[in-house]
């Protein structure tokens, strides 16, 4: 398993670093000195450009993400509200989640068509907040929901219920859960390539997982431009990763200690 795993990420490596054919004809080999040309002619057709279009869309993203799905966490985590209300919501969340994300996409281009949102980067912002707030709306609700009852008490008699209270109390409590939710949204809208592909057809607006299919055409394919665009791609989400998981970690293990008090 772990061969069918590396084995691609070795070829896309090493073909990054050939030129033309030699990346299809003489695979898993590198020339030496290494060859950067491929970085540097992908990044000029478009990657570069991609790359900070895909980084504004998705803080644009987790933003607007976070600033919805707290209070609905909030809410549906009171706990004066309609059981069953909170039931049939929570059940509304799951159900989407459930769903196959291809089920929705041509609904989705015709609604935001009659919004006046097609091919806008408004519309793509949209779609995809509204993707990705059912699951951060369940794991917000989560954490919220196991928060310790007399904790809950002295915050409503300290701050009182309401807007305060949510952002006095909760939200630095929910923070490490919220870093999670965020770094989550942030790869899954950086990655994302069918939505801005579909909802994106007529707009100067390119992403980078878009950008990567003009190296692939019909009757030819440029295999080491698409590597090196495919490891451009990659590289900033790991380091992200990689910087982020030891100060994500140890908060979540805080919030978990705390939770179980």
């Not at 000195?33 to 491929?38: Q, R």
């Not at 917000?140 to 219920?161: H, K, N, Y």
């Not at 055409?217 to 495919?230: P, S």
């Amino acid at each position: 398993a772990g061969i069918v795993v590396v084995m691609p990420l070795l070829w896309d490596v090493m073909a990054a670093f050939t030129t033309g054919a030699a990346a299809v004809l003489t695979p898993l080999t590198v020339t030496w000195p290494l060859d950067f040309s491929a970085f540097a002619t992908a990044w000029n057709a478009g990657i570069g450009s991609g790359l900070l279009q895909s980084a504004v869309i998705g803080a644009v993203v987790v933003g607007l993400t976070l600033l919805l799905a707290l209070p609905a966490a909030f809410v549906l985590a009171a706990r004066d509200m309609n059981s069953i209300v909170r039931t049939v919501i929570l059940g509304l969340l799951v159900v989407t989640l459930l769903q196959p994300g291809e089920a929705y996409l041509i609904p989705l281009f015709y609604l935001l068509q009659q919004l006046d949102l097609g091919n806008t980067v408004s519309g793509l912002v949209l779609a995809e907040v509204a993707r990705e707030l059912p699951f951060a709306i369940l794991l917000l609700w989560i954490f919220i929901r196991g928060l310790p009852a007399d904790v809950m008490g002295a915050a409503e008699m300290e701050a009182g219920r309401g807007f305060r209270m949510l952002t006095q109390i909760v939200a630095p409590l929910t923070a490490p859960v919220a870093a999670a939710v965020a770094l989550w949204v942030f790869v899954a809208s950086w990655s994302e390539a069918t939505l801005p592909n579909i909802l994106l057809t007529n707009s100067s607006v390119t992403t980078a997982p878009v950008a990567l299919k003009s190296f692939a055409g019909n009757h030819d394919t440029q295999f080491d431009l698409l590597a090196a665009g495919t490891l451009l791609l990659v590289l900033p989400v790991v380091a992200l990763l990689l910087a982020a998981y030891g100060p994500a970690a140890r908060g979540l293990r805080t919030a978990g200690r705390f939770v179980a008090t």
